[in-house]
């Protein structure tokens, strides 16, 4: 499945695990070896929710959060395994989440998600800043001083605004910021550029993952950026343009909405 190219494998895990998650992951993941994707979501049982997700990336390590990928596991419930509920909860390793869908002659064809709070305390991204919030303050990033923000939802992010995301060398600045001595946990890196009042594009580098299409938690933490940094209005929809297509994301008081896409790509089998 994926959401505006941000692709995953997928495993119905309701009745089984793989042994070595991590392993999998790995060896799928790769695109000229095999199926490939951006990682590999296992979908389980959940006794606090509908559904409980496990996420890691191409290399292997494991996510807390993914926002795209949670929207498609919104849409494998409820069109695959028959929890036919307009609400829906997933359980992940950063709290349960609360999907609403957008359905249409039975078949989901959004999904907005409750990602809850945006965390911006340094200690609790981990990032290595003093003071209570790491908002436009400057990194250096091998030799050049970038403003950059940090946030987390329930992964960690730096965003970064460039005049041009796609004139950067995301393969060459990506890894620098992602194995940053300043981000013990390493980080997801956000290069932003506000296009007007709630209009961003962004280029994300993904930890464990590399240049992806799209990021859903990278998404929201740029239209957290947005507000903090003024670019942005509190309680507006913020249109977040992608590699792989638009998100739209509301940042309140209390919490941060995204509403996108999920989609079907292709069904089969894998020797694992």
């Excluded at 999998?24 to 559904?51: M, N, Q, T």
Aim: overall charge negative; some cysteine.
């Amino acid at each position: 499945m994926q959401g505006i190219g941000n692709d995953y494998i997928y495993f119905d895990c309701f009745d089984w695990f793989p042994s070595d998650p991590s392993a999998v992951a790995e060896k799928l993941s790769d695109r000229h070896f095999s199926v490939g994707g951006d990682g590999v979501v296992y979908i389980c049982r959940s006794e606090i929710a509908d559904g409980r997700m496990r996420m890691f990336n191409a290399d292997g390590s494991e996510g807390k959060m993914c926002g795209n990928a949670i929207r498609c596991i919104g849409k494998f419930l409820y069109e695959v395994k028959g929890i036919r509920k307009p609400v829906l909860t997933v359980q992940t390793e950063s709290g349960v989440k609360t999907l609403v869908l957008g359905v249409k002659d039975g078949t989901v064809d959004s999904v907005r998600v409750d990602m809850g709070a945006a965390e911006l305390r340094p200690a609790q991204i981990p990032a290595d800043f003093a003071g209570e919030r790491a908002v436009d303050v400057p990194l250096d990033v091998d030799g050049k001083i970038c403003r950059v923000t940090c946030v987390s939802m329930g992964n960690p992010h730096c965003v970064t605004f460039v005049a041009d995301p796609y004139a950067v060398d995301l393969e060459r600045i990506g890894p620098r910021f992602e194995h940053h001595a300043a981000f013990p946990a390493r980080v997801n890196t956000e290069f932003v550029r506000a296009d007007a009042e709630n209009e961003l594009t962004m280029r994300v580098w993904e930890r464990g993952s590399g240049e992806t299409w799209a990021c859903g938690t990278g998404a929201c933490a740029a239209a957290v950026a947005g507000v903090l940094n003024g670019y942005c209005g509190l309680d507006k929809d913020v249109t977040v343009h992608l590699r792989g297509g638009d998100l739209v994301i509301r940042v309140t008081k209390d919490a941060v909405f995204m509403t996108g896409p999920a989609a079907f790509a292709f069904e089969g089998e894998a020797e694992i």
